[in-house]
């Protein structure tokens, strides 16, 4: 299992990714800020949500 602590936690019993081999599969990831845990979900339009959402992944997709 992939962890990271600059990126929210999973919501459920889940990881926030895992590795197979060559192979990275990523949960969904919300607009949530992880410092605080408040959702950016009503805030925003769906551009600058998706925006969030996708650098949520990308510090997922970073870890070493």
């Known amino acids: 299992a992939i962890h990271t602590e600059k990126a ?14 060559n192979t990275v599969y990523v949960s969904g990831q919300l607009p949530i800020d992880p410092a605080t845990g408040e959702s950016k979900l009503l805030t925003g339009d769906a ?14 997709f970073c870890q070493p």
């Open 8 to 21: 929210p936690a999973a919501i459920g019993p889940y990881s926030q990714a895992v590795q197979a081999g």
């Open 47 to 60: 551009a600058a949500q998706s925006m969030k959402s996708a650098k949520e992944a990308v510090k997922i």
